[in-house]
């Protein structure tokens, strides 16, 4: 776009400009078409609400926008009582862990030109948890399950002064998918067994014993697999492979379920 001097208005009353001939041009046409969106919102609200209701919203949006501008447009220029969660807004945080046209996705990881914009888009919170308002749920249930599977480093030996406990490419692989988890809880709170029972560990606490199960540089595989070796835990799953389609960062949860599965079998 053309760049322009002091301008002054003529005779004619024409726009000029000091200096040279160029005059100001309008801004160019960048080709970006934008689209109205309808999304349909399943809004709770604890103070006023006995059931969570479903609200529409009209959205003005582009193809290259996510689910999550979206929702920041309707909290910022619709309606500011809109409750959701989200930080870093790039699929790292896994605070803005959602359902989405009945799928658990993240909304900063889900774009607008991936979903049938003829028909409205349903957004809701993550089921099985407890809901507390609007997208929000009480995150502490799925907390507590991490915690209890002892989600860290346990090891007996002592590395000598300056040095690192060493590791090779071969190990780091074996458990290299199952360290990429962000505990948005995606694929727990896209588990049936889940759903139904609330005191079931769920895929994302298994996930993240499987990371030290495995890991060589650990010495208390065998106390994880003793508290996954319960009747809420491993043998709960039933493979419905929904975990694993859930998961925003491509683990392949099912396979580490049976991986501890056939660990305890062989201990």
Not at 6 to 35: K, L, Y
Not at 187 to 213: E, K, L, M
Request: proline fraction near 4%; charged fraction near 30%.
């Amino acid at each position: 776009m053309s760049t322009v001097l002091d301008t002054r208005t003529d005779a004619a009353g024409d726009r000029v400009a000091d200096g040279d001939d160029r005059v100001e041009q309008a801004p160019e046409d960048t080709g970006i078409q934008s689209f109205l969106v309808t999304f349909n919102i399943r809004r709770f609200d604890p103070e006023v609400d006995d059931e969570p209701r479903w609200v529409d919203y009209d959205v003005e949006l582009y193809s290259t926008d996510r689910v999550l501008d979206a929702l920041h447009k309707i909290k910022w220029e619709v309606d500011g009582t809109l409750t959701f969660r989200r930080s870093c807004a790039h699929g790292i945080c896994g605070s803005d862990a959602m359902r989405i046209n009945g799928r658990n996705r993240l909304a900063c990881k889900t774009l607008i030109k991936d979903l049938d914009i003829s028909q409205p888009i349903y957004v809701e919170a993550i089921k099985g948890l407890p809901l507390e308002k609007d997208l929000v749920v009480d995150m502490e249930p799925f907390f507590a399950s991490y915690r209890e599977i002892k989600p860290f480093l346990m090891a007996s030996s002592t590395p000598e002064p300056g040095k690192e406990r060493i590791q090779s490419i071969a190990n780091r692989e074996i458990f290299d998918d199952t360290t990429k988890c962000i505990l948005c809880a995606a694929c727990t709170s896209s588990c049936p067994v889940f759903w139904t029972d609330g005191q079931y560990f769920g895929p994302a606490a298994i996930v993240n014993a499987h990371r030290f199960i495995f890991d060589s540089r650990d010495d208390a595989g065998d106390v994880r697999l003793d508290i996954l070796n319960d009747k809420e835990g491993v043998w709960r799953c039933r493979t419905t492979f929904n975990c694993t389609e859930a998961c925003p960062r491509g683990i392949e949860v099912t396979k580490a379920i049976a991986e501890v599965k056939q660990a305890l079998l062989r201990a």
